[in-house]
């Protein structure tokens, strides 16, 4: 809809003004940054109690690029994006069963984190720790520190697409090199069987193949640039990859491509019962299909692609016409974006209600992470 708006305005305005309009902007003339964090220690600070870390994967590096306009207006100080963050600080308690609770970001002043939040919570929510005794006010500084594009090392850079291996990534592609950007078109793609190595481990397995095309089509030189886990997860997808066969054409050399597998499942921390927050005044007794909720809910993103559960309780009012109202979240774990996502369903929902309404409704809303079916491969 802003695109047909844009077009609309461009007939509205008169010709001799179209003239004084700068052309666009082009590409930003900041050269392109890989921001790494620390790897999780084997024991976190904590106020009370401590907490051993068991199993855990570490938050992958981010490719990052700030704006800076390539011509500067004339007349004014040219713009200086803000500095990068040197810490990223997330606290949270661990439960006896060692499920992260409680995860929050610490919000930071007057510096840039170009990169999603939601997804560093994730990771960390996946963390598993030693059962026992409770921890509580644990914390960690992800302490990012930048390194130029081209100073990256090419497990550094694959690590990075890794996150996302279907992304385009034309910075990592160009400093990585080779004359892959041409497609040549497939005649024959060999997938490869990786189902043993998915939901065994919170840090999952990828790898990073590179290999050349001739010019009869036949995959060459298949090579492992970089990998994480086990060796046989890499060995499976370069064997399939040099399979594959192309249509003849132009010989490219260069090529890339990333396989990943799937994280295991992290339950979400225990779940109170929704009489623990009644209150005398209440009046409500709505059932779950009474609640109508959107047929479409939404799973947080970045722990959908973790595989990380979760849940939240709320409270809330229903007028008589069935608007939901007063919606209030009462408690949500493993991370407060839970409550988030469970507040904007409700507000979407259309309950069936009595002619006088109903008061102060409890119902969890759980997100619960299904197990991989058969026919995903």
């Known amino acids: 809809m802003r695109g047909l708006l844009l077009v609309a305005l461009a007939f509205l305005t008169p010709a001799a003004a179209m003239a004084d309009i700068a052309p666009p902007p082009g590409g930003s003339t900041a050269p392109a940054q890989l921001v790494a964090f620390v790897p999780p220690p084997a024991q976190i600070a904590c106020g009370q109690g401590s907490a051993r870390l068991i199993e855990g994967a570490a938050v ?4 990052w690029q700030p704006y800076i306009p390539p011509v500067a207006a004339t007349g004014l100080t040219p713009y200086a994006p803000p500095p990068l963050a040197s810490s990223e600080v997330y606290t949270f308690s661990v439960d006896t069963e060692g499920h992260v609770t409680d995860l929050k970001r610490t919000p930071s002043a007057n510096v840039t984190i170009p990169w999603a939040i939601d997804d560093q919570t994730a990771i960390i929510a996946s963390w598993r720790f030693a059962p026992g005794a409770a921890a509580s006010n644990c914390s960690i500084d992800l302490a990012p520190t930048a390194t130029p594009l081209n100073q990256a090392s090419p497990a550094r850079l694959f690590e990075t697409m890794a996150t996302a291996p279907r992304s385009p990534w034309p910075g990592i592609r160009k400093v990585l090199g080779g004359d892959c950007d041409s497609r040549r078109r497939p005649q024959m793609i060999v997938y490869p069987d990786l189902r043993a ?6 840090d999952p397995a990828w790898a990073g193949l590179r290999y050349d095309i001739d010019a009869n089509g036949v995959v060459r030189n298949v090579k492992v640039a970089a990998q994480h886990g086990e060796a046989a997860f890499a060995d499976t997808a370069a064997s399939a990859v040099a399979e594959a066969r192309y249509f003849p054409g132009p010989a490219r050399t260069g090529c890339f491509v990333i396989f990943t597998a799937t994280p295991k499942a992290t339950p979400a921390p225990a779940r109170p ?56 979240v009462l408690a949500a774990q493993p991370s407060e974006i839970f409550g988030n996502y469970a507040r904007n369903m409700l507000n979407g929902a259309r309950p069936t209600a009595p002619p006088t309404g109903y008061r102060g409704c409890v119902v969890p809303i759980v997100f619960a992470i299904p197990a991989i079916p058969e026919d995903d491969y």
């Open 273 to 328: 019962t929704g009489e623990s927050f009644e209150r005398p005044q209440d009046a409500c007794k709505i059932t779950q299909a009474q609640l109508n909720l959107p047929e479409t809910k939404m799973y947080p993103p970045a722990f959908g692609k973790r595989r990380v559960a979760g849940w939240a309780m709320l409270r809330f009012d229903v007028a008589p016409w069935g608007q939901v109202g007063a919606v209030e």
């Open 197 to 202: 190595f998915d939901d065994k481990s919170v």
């Open 60 to 63: 992958p590096p981010r490719y």
